[in-house]
């Protein structure tokens, strides 16, 4: 199984501030099957980034990921007020399926 | 568009079966798709328990799989699951969720694009 270990585990900033999550995994992602989510506290994730760094449909520019192989990046340009939010990261290269522990990205 | 809502007891017994079901919206399941059921235990990550496609085919979390059955509806537009012998630990907000590849195919589908609201379930005597 792989494990993904994200960090920071709380990550306090600013609005308008650029906000770097990192997602690193136990052994290589196949194919960099590696996705974002964002959760808002009493709802459901929703997708961001999949493939690594393809946006997933209405999801607005400022948020991009990279990376490949076992260290992945989503990268948050310039924080706005209903950016700050929990974020999970989550792999499906290889089964079973497995999430991150999550990053809290929280006004400073 | 597509929504999926959960539905279930809220409340489980220890030792008992836990059921679940989604109901699909805005979208046949017959038309493709895989379909998923994702846990979040309290202060927990989230858990993927397992995915079904339409024709049936179940993918498990090998940590679950002796205690999870899932069922897919094509003529009710829903797909379900079975939780055995619960414990406190199964304790969670239980997620449905549709999933789908990017360019390149997974089996299953990994990426999840639509989720359901979610659904507290309470494992307590």
């Known amino acids: 199984e792989i494990v993904l270990t994200q960090s920071p585990g709380t990550l306090s900033l600013s609005p308008g501030e650029r906000a770097t999550l990192s997602c690193r995994a136990s052994q290589t992602v196949n194919n960099n099957f590696l996705a974002w989510y964002q959760q808002i506290p009493g709802q459901a994730p929703r997708l961001l980034i999949y493939?690594?760094?393809t946006r997933a449909t209405g999801i607005p520019d400022r948020f991009s990921g990279s990376g490949s192989g076992t260290d992945f990046t989503l990268t948050i340009s310039r924080l706005e007020p209903e950016d700050f939010a929990l974020y999970h990261c989550q792999q499906y290269g290889s089964s079973p399926r497995t999430f991150g522990q999550g990053t809290k990205v929280e006004i400073k | 568009q597509v929504q999926l809502q959960e539905s279930g007891p809220g409340l489980v017994k220890p030792s008992e079966t836990l059921s679940l079901t989604c109901s699909v919206s805005?979208?046949?399941?017959?038309?493709?798709?895989?379909w998923g059921w994702i846990r979040q235990p309290p202060g927990m990550p989230l858990e993927w328990i397992g995915s079904?496609?339409?024709?049936?085919?179940?993918y498990y979390n090998p940590s679950l799989k002796s205690r999870v059955t899932m069922s897919v509806d094509t003529s009710q537009n829903r797909f379900s699951l079975t939780l055995r012998s619960v414990t406190a630990a199964d304790t969670a907000v239980y997620y449905c969720a549709r999933s789908r590849n990017g360019n390149i195919v997974a089996v299953p589908a990994g990426i999840f694009d639509h989720w359901g609201q979610g659904t507290l379930t309470t494992v307590s005597s």
């Open positions: 079904i496609f339409y024709n049936g085919n179940t």
């Open positions: 805005g979208y046949s399941i017959y038309d493709g798709y895989y």
């Open positions: 493939d690594a760094s």
